[in-house]
Nanobody
Framework: QVQLVESGGALVQAGRSLRLSCAASGRIFSTYVMGWFRQPPGKEREFVAS????????GYADSVKERFTISRDSAKNTVYLQMNSLTPEDTAVYYCAARESPSITSEMSLYDYWGQGTQVTVPS
């Protein structure tokens, strides 16, 4: 089992950047595929990005491609989400998730562990 704690959420102006972190504890971090999801106000949770165990492959939602970058640091047991060129549409609670199976996926139901979320607000 793994415990996940997100941090880095903030209120940031449109066009600016923000980096979210997700610290993992418990089982060996490198055994998990990691993902970021978000839930905008009044909407369902949606996929943002995922990364393989090794960090060698990533996947992104179309809405964040070219703006967001997921990465991981196994030495720090942490996965990051670098968010650039933020827009009001990026306003959401951002969740980190871990998956025991080795393949990356955008399917929320296939992730086994979740953090509590961190709020990102980009005012219009």
């Amino acid at each position: 089992q793994v415990q996940l704690v997100e941090s880095g959420g903030a209120l940031v102006q449109a066009g600016r950047s923000l980096r979210l972190s997700c610290a993992a504890s418990g089982r060996i971090f490198s055994t998990y595929v990691m993902g970021w999801f978000r839930q905008p106000p009044g909407k369902e949770r949606e996929f943002v990005a995922s990364i393989t165990r090794s960090g060698g492959a990533t996947g992104y939602a179309d809405s964040v491609k070219e703006r967001f970058t997921i990465s991981r640091d196994s030495a720090k047991n942490t996965v990051y989400l670098q968010m650039n060129s933020l827009t009001p549409e990026d306003t959401a609670v951002y969740y980190c998730a871990a998956r025991e199976s080795p393949s990356i996926t955008s399917e929320m139901s296939l992730y086994d562990y979740w953090g509590q979320g961190t709020q990102v607000t980009v005012p219009s």
